[in-house]
C-alpha cells in the first residue's frame, strides 16, 4: 500500500481551483483487507487473457480503479486525480494557466458553468452562469469528471477548443473559443458617486486577497465617503481563511462561518473586529457567486453589517480535503458542510438578495441608491430576517 501526504486542506470551491486550510483526525471505519481482491483478479486476467497485452498499463489500471472507486460515491466534488490533472489542479490555484477561464462544477449530472471569469474568452465568447456544458471538441461531456473536463477544455494558446451549450432558454449551440494565457487579479477597485462610495470587486479568494483588500480600502478616504459596495458577482469561491479574513474586516466581533464535518463536528470562526469603520455596505451577487464568496457574503448579512444585491447566489456548501500521493496524484473528496453565522444551510440554496436585480438590471447602481438612501447611518442596522431562496 502506498504511502501517502494529508494536505492540511480544504477546497471550497466545485471546479478546479481552491484550497482552504483545515485539519482532520480520528478514526475509520474497518473493512476486510481482502474487499478488493476481485479488482486484483480483473487485472491478472487481463494480462493473462487480453489479446493485445501491450494495451495493459499497470500504472492506468491503478489509476483507473482508484478512479472508480471514488466516482461510485455520485459526489461531483470528490475525486481521483492522476498527476497530470493533479499538476493543473495546483496550477490553478496560482492564478495563471492557459485556457479559456470559466469555472465549471457538475449540477443534475450535468457539467455545468458556474461563473466565467471575468475579462476572459469565456466571457467575451457568451458563456454565463448556468449554461450546461454537453460536449467538448464533440465528445459528450456525460458521465466526465470535472478534472477530465478541465484537462479537456484546457490547453495551449492560441489554440481553439469548441463547446456545445445548451442555454438556460434551451437553445443548444456551438461556441469556439481561443484560449489564451489567463492571469487573474483576485481584488480591483475604484470609487462611485464623485468619490463618495468605495466599489471593491472580489474575483477569487486567494493567498494575496486579502492583502490586496487591504490596500483597496487603505487607497479609500474613508471618513469622507458614504458607504461601500463590495462586488461577489462571478466569484466562485477560494481560500476559507481568505473569506473569513475578509468578511472580518467588515464585521464586528462574533461569528463569520459554522462548518461540520463527521471527524471534527461543528466548528465556528469568529472574527476579532472589523478594520474599517461601520459604513453602509451592499454586498452584489449572482448565480455565479459561489463557495468562499457565499462564506463572505453571508457573514456579513447575518452579522447585519450589510444587504445582498442582486440575484440567488450558486449555493456551494460543502468542502473537500486533498490527500498527496508520492507519484504526484491526489484524492479530493468531500468531508463536510458549512453555514452561515445564523446557521442558514448554503449547500444547493444559496443566498437570496435582500434587493432582487434581474440578470439584465444595473445592481450597482440599485446599491448606489440604497447607500445614498441610508446616508450617516452606521452598521449594524436592522435589516430583518434574510430572505429565503426561491427554488
Not at 480591483?188 to 483588500?213: C, E, P, Q
Request: hydrophobic fraction near 40%.
Amino acid at each position: 500500500m502506498r504511502t501517502f501526504v494529508r494536505r492540511a486542506a480544504m477546497i471550497l470551491v466545485p471546479t478546479l481551483l481552491v484550497v482552504c486550510a483545515f485539519s482532520t483526525g480520528g478514526s475509520q471505519q474497518q473493512t476486510s483487507t481482502n474487499l478488493f481482491d476481485p479488482v486484483y483478479q480483473i487485472y491478472q486476467y487481463l494480462q493473462s487473457y487480453f489479446y493485445k497485452p501491450d494495451l495493459v498499463n499497470d500504472q492506468q489500471a491503478l489509476y483507473g480503479a482508484m478512479k472508480g472507486v471514488v466516482q461510485q460515491l455520485g459526489d461531483p466534488y470528490s475525486e481521483f486525480l492522476d498527476p497530470t490533472e493533479f499538476k493543473n489542479f495546483n496550477g490553478s490555484l496560482e492564478g495563471q494557466f492557459s485556457g479559456v477561464g470559466i469555472e465549471i462544477s457538475i449540477k443534475n449530472d450535468v457539467l455545468t458553468v458556474i461563473a466565467p471569469l471575468v475579462g476572459t474568452p469565456a466571457e467575451a465568447a457568451g458563456i454565463v452562469a448556468g449554461d450546461q456544458i454537453l460536449a467538448i471538441n464533440g465528445k459528450s461531456t456525460e458521465g466526465m469528471t470535472l478534472s477530465e473536463a478541465g484537462v479537456k477544455i484546457r490547453g495551449d494558446t492560441g489554440t481553439s477548443v469548441t463547446l456545445t451549450v445548451r442555454h438556460e432558454g434551451g437553445t443548444i449551440v456551438d461556441i469556439s473559443i481561443v484560449r489564451a494565457d489567463i492571469t487573474i487579479d483576485s481584488v480591483t477597485s475604484n470609487t462611485l458617486a464623485d468619490g463618495k462610495i468605495g466599489y471593491i470587486r472580489i474575483l477569487r479568494f486567494d493567498s494575496d486577497t486579502v492583502a490586496m483588500l487591504d490596500s483597496a480600502l487603505a487607497s479609500f478616504d474613508l471618513n469622507s465617503m458614504t458607504g461601500l459596495i463590495l462586488d461577489l458577482r462571478n466569484d466562485p469561491g477560494g481560500l476559507m481563511q481568505a473569506a473569513i479574513s475578509a468578511a472580518s474586516r467588515f464585521v464586528d466581533e462574533g461569528i463569520v462561518l459554522r462548518t461540520e464535518d463527521r471527524l471534527a463536528g461543528e466548528k465556528l470562526y469568529w472574527s476579532k473586529g472589523n478594520r474599517v469603520p461601520n459604513l453602509p455596505l451592499a454586498i452584489l451577487i449572482n448565480r455565479g457567486s459561489a463557495s468562499a464568496s457565499e462564506i463572505t457574503a453571508g457573514a456579513i448579512r447575518d452579522n447585519n453589517m450589510g444587504i445582498l444585491v442582486g440575484e440567488t447566489s450558486y449555493g456551494k456548501g460543502v468542502f473537500q480535503q486533498v490527500i498527496d500521493f508520492p507519484d504526484g496524484s491526489a484524492l479530493k473528496v468531500t468531508v463536510g458542510e458549512y453555514f452561515t453565522p445564523a446557521g442558514r444551510t448554503v449547500n444547493n440554496i444559496g443566498l437570496a438578495p435582500d434587493i432582487a436585480v434581474p440578470e439584465d438590471g444595473d445592481p450597482i447602481a440599485v446599491a448606489v441608491q440604497w447607500i445614498q438612501d441610508h446616508v450617516g447611518t452606521l452598521m449594524p442596522m436592522d435589516l430583518g430576517t434574510p430572505p429565503t431562496p426561491t427554488p
